[in-house]
C-alpha cells in the first residue's frame, strides 16, 4: 500500500509535517471517516494502515480530545457503512484502542455513543454491526459485563429489546452479548430483577419463534448459561404458557424438546429435580429423550439423555406414566452398543440409569414381562460386570442386585439367567480380591456381596413362595438349573468364594456393612439348603465362625452401636447354633426349644470379648443366669467342632466354679440342656490335668443325680470316658448313661459302635456296666448292648479283661446272677461269650464262684432245644472252656456233673446227627460239639466216670467229610473232626461215645477187630484222606 493511500490531497493542505508518521497523515485518516466523498476502499485501507503502524496509533492517542473524536468518527462509521469489510476493519481498530488505551472512562464513553445511536428508532436496522462490536468488546474486556449490569442497566435493556426485531441475525449477534452477561457470575449479581424476568420472558419468545440453527443455538446457549443459577431457573420453569400474553411464547420444556436441548434439560433438572421433573415428563420429554437414544446420537449426547432421564426417574410420576415400560427395550440396546465402545463415562452413567429404573419401578407393574426381556438384560449386565474398566464393573453389580429382585422376575422365574448373573459377578469379585492388597477391593467386596445378597433373597422367596415353586414346574424345557441346583450353586459360591474373600479382606479392613451382608448371606443359606446344612454348619464352626461373629459384635456393636450389625449376628449364630444341635442325638426337643429360648434371649446383649468370659462365668448375679447359659452353649459348640475360644486350663476350672455357686446361690438344679454343655466342657477340657480331689467330684456327682433326664439322652464320648474314669461316679451313673447312649437301638451306626468299641478298650469299668445294660429286660438299650459286646469279643484278645481280676470276679457275679434268674434269653449267649472268654484266660485256678457257674450253665442245657443254635453254641463253647482251664484236681467234678446231665448228650448227638450246612453258624456249632464231646470222652476214660447215657455218633460220616468234603467243608470244622476221630482211637472203647457203622457188624472180622472202631475200610478212607490234607497243606505252604 502506497503513502497516497492514506493522504488525501483534498484535504491535505492544511495538515502540517507534525501529523506524518511513516508516510501516513494522521489527521487525513481522521477525517476520511466522516466525508462521504470518500470511498469505504480507502476508508478501509487506512484504518488497515492504522493497525498496521504502531507510531500512527501513538500519535492518535497522544491527545484525548483527538482520540475521543477519532473513536466518535468510527462509531459513525460502524453504524453508517454498509460495505462489510470496512465495518469487520472498523470493529479491529475500535478494539485495538480500547486495549491500547486500558482507560474504563474510554469503555463507558463507547458504551453512551452506542446506547444514545440505539435510542435512534432510525438506527435500529444498522445496530447488527454494533451489536457484534458490543460481543467482540465484552470477549476483549471481561469486566464490562459486570460495568454493564451495575450502571449501564439502560445499555442492557436496548440489547434486550433488539429480541423484538425480525432480523435473526440481529438475535443471534443480542444472543452472544447476553451469553457474555450471564459468563460472569459478578455481573449476573448486579443485574437488576427486572431486567432479569425481562430477559427470561425474550428469550422463551425468541426460541417459541426461532427459525434459525444459529439463533437456536445461541439462544440455547444462553439459556444453558442462566440454568446455572437456581433463582433464573426457577424463573424459567414458572413462566407457564404465554400465549395470550403480548410477547407469546411456550413453557420452557416443550421449547427444549421442540429445539432437542439436552443439554439444557439437564441443565434444569440438576438444581431442583424434584421441583421441575413433573413440567418435563407432563411434556413427554421422557419419551423424546428416548427417541433421541434410539436414533444414535454422540457419547456427549447420550451422555446428556442418560443424564437427563435419570433426574426425570427421580419423579413417581416418570414411572406412572410407563416411560419404564416402554423404555427399557431401547435402554438395554443401547446400552449393548455402548459397551462395544470405549467411552467409561458413558456406560457409567448409562448402568446408573438402569439401575435406577429398576430400583424405582413400582413393583406392582413388571419390567419384564416375558424370558427374552429378562435375558437381554442380564445379558448386558455381564457384559458390563466382565469389562475391564473396575468403575463401569461395579456399576454394573449394583444394577444385578436390583435386577435380582423378586418383582422384576419374569413367569416363570429364569434360573439358568439368575446363576449366570451371580456366576459373573462373583468372578468379578474373585479376580477383584484374590490380587495384591488395594483399595478398591473392600469396595468390590461390598458392592458383589450387595448383589449376592439379592441373590440369596430372590431365591429365599422363591423357596416359601408356593406360587413361585410352581412356577418351577411349568418352567420351559429348555431351562437346565432348577431351584434347587441354583440354591446348592449358591452354597458353593458362599464356600469356595464369599467366605475366602471376607476373611481375607476384613483382616485388613473392618468394615460393618461388609460384615453385615456376608452374615447376611450365610444365613440366607439355611433356608436355600437344609439339606446340605449340616455339613456346612460343621464347617463353619470348625473354621471359627462363632468366636469369628462373638468378636464382632464386641468389636463393632458394643455400646448400642451398628444395632442391625447387631441383630444379624444374632440371627446367623442362632441358625447356627440350632442347626448344629439339632443334628445330633446329645439333646431332646425341650432341649431344643431351651437353648433357643436362651440365645434368643442373650445374644442381643452379648457384647463382650472373649477373654472376660471366664469372670461372667462366675461373677455375674443370679438374674443374669440366662446370659452364663448362652455362653456355655456357645463354648460347646465351639469346642464340640474344633474352635477352643479358651485355654483349657482356664475352661475346666470355670465350670467347676459355675456349678459350685449355682448349687450355693440357689441349689437348684441345672437344665439339662444346660448341664449337657457344662458336663461336655468338663470332660473335654480334663485331659492332661490332675484328677479331681472328692470334694470336686462330690460336687459333680451331686450335679448330675439333680437331673436325671439328663441321662436319657446319648452322650457323647468324652463324656462317658469323664464318668467312667472314676468309680464314685461310674457306679452311680455308668449304666444310665450307657443306656441312654444305645437306647436309639439299629439307628447307631458304625462311628456309634466304634465310639463304644474305644469306651470299653479305654476302660474296663464301662465294660461291666455294659453288662449290666445288656442283661436288662427286652429293651432297645438291651439288644445294642449286645451287639456291642459281640463286636467287642471279636475284638478283643482276653488279657485285658482277665488281668483286672477285680473287673473278672465282678463279671463273673453278674452273669451268675443272670443265671440264676434264667428271665433274659435274648442276651444270654453273648453273656456266656464273654465268660468264655474270662475263662479261657483265667490263670487254672478255679473258685466255687466258677462252680456254680458251670453248674447253672449246666442246667441251662437242660432247658433248651436243638433249634436255638445261637444259644446252643455258646453254651458248647463255655463248657468247653470250662473244661480246658479246670485244674487236675478237679476235672473229675467237672466231668461227673457233665455227663450226668442227660439233655446235654441229647443235643450233643442231634447236632452231630445232622449233616452241617453250609452257614458258618452250623459248622460252628459242628465244631463245637465235636471239641466237647472230645474233651468229655477223655475225661470220661481218665476217671471212668459213671454216663448215664451214651451218645450215638456215625463215624464213617465224619470220615466221609474228611475224604470227599474237604474242599467246600470249613477248615476248622476238618480240624475238629480230626481231633475226634484221634480221641475215639485213643480212647478206643468208649462208654460215652455209641459208633453206629452198618458195616461194623459182630461177629467183626479179625481185620476190622484190629481196627475198631474204624474197620478196615474206615482205616484206609482216614489215610487216604490224612495224606489228601497233608499233601493240600504242603502245597498251600509251597504258593505262600
Known sequence: MSSSDVICDRIHDGHGPRWERGGICVACVVEMMDRSDVSAVRKRAALVAVMRVAAVRELLYCEEERRINFISSLLRTLFNAVDSTLLDQTVQVLLQMTLDVPNQGLLLFILDQIHSRWMDVSGLKASLSSLTFLGKLLDAHPALSQTLTSSRPRVLECVCAALLLSDEEVKVAVCYVLLRIWSSAAAIQMLPDTLRQRMCVLLLHTLSNTHTTALTVNCLGVVKQMCQYSEVVCVLMNLQDGTEDPLPYQPLPLILKKVVSVRCVCAVLIHAPRRFTAAFIQADLPEFLLEVMSSGCSDVLLWSVFSCLLLLSEDPLFFSQCHAVYGMEPLVRCLKDTLGKSNTEVQKQGLELLSAILDRQPAAVRLFPTASEFTAVCDVIMEAVATSCLQVSMCAVRAAAVLLRPNHQSSPVQYSDVRRVVEAVMSKCRESCSGPESVS???????????????????????????????????????????????????????TICIPAVTGVCERVSSPQ????????????????????????????????IRLTVDSKALLCSGNRNASLNQTCCDFLLKLCMCLISNTDTWTHDDLQDVKRVLQESLPSLCCRVSDWPSLLTDIPQSLRNAQYCLIHLLHLSLQHGDRFLCDSAVFPCMLRFIMCVQDQCGDALPASVLTSVLYLLSVTHHGGPRLDTVSVNVVSKTLSSCPPLFSRALPLPVLSFIFLYPELSERFGATSLTGRLCRGTEAGQEEERELLELLHTHPAALLNMLVVACEAETAASHSAIGVLRCFLSSV?????????????????????????????????????????????????????????????????????????????????????FLCVCPSHATDRAASLLLGNVRLLELLEEVLSSSPSSSSSSSSLHCSSLLLLSSLMLLQHKHSAQVQKSVSVDLHQILRRLAFSKRHADALLLVCSVRFVQVCLDVDESALVCVCDAALQRPLQTEDGALHPLGHSGAASLMTALSALMLQVHTHTELS
Open 441 to 495: 477391593a473392600a469396595g468390590v467386596l461390598l458392592q458383589t456381596l450387595t448383589c449376592f445378597d439379592a441373590a440369596c433373597r430372590l431365591l429365599e422367596e422363591c423357596v416359601c413362595e408356593l406360587a413361585l415353586i410352581d412356577g418351577v414346574c411349568s418352567a420351559p424345557a429348555q431351562q437346565q438349573d432348577t431351584l434347587e441346583s441354583v440354591c446348592v450353586f449358591l452354597l458353593h459360591c458362599c464356600d
Open 514 to 545: 461388609t460384615l453385615q451382608l456376608f452374615l447376611s448371606v450365610l444365613s440366607c443359606q439355611f433356608a436355600l439348603c437344609p439339606a446340605h446344612m449340616t455339613s456346612f454348619s460343621k464347617k463353619l464352626a470348625a473354621s471359627g465362625f
Open 797 to 881: 484278645d482276653g488279657v485285658s479283661i482277665s488281668r483286672t481280676s477285680d473287673l473278672s470276679d465282678q463279671i463273673r457275679l453278674a452273669l451268675m446272677n443272670v443265671l440264676q434268674r434264667q428271665t433274659h434269653t435274648d442276651g444270654l449267649s453273648v453273656l456266656l461269650d464273654v465268660l468264655s472268654v474270662i475263662q479261657s484266660h483265667s490263670s487254672g485256678q478255679m473258685n466255687h464262684t466258677d462252680f456254680k457257674l458251670l453248674y447253672h450253665v449246666s442246667n441251662l442245657v437242660g432247658k433248651m432245644d436243638s433249634s436255638d443254635s445261637e444259644l446252643l453254641l455258646s453254651v458248647f463253647n463255655c463248657l468247653y472252656c
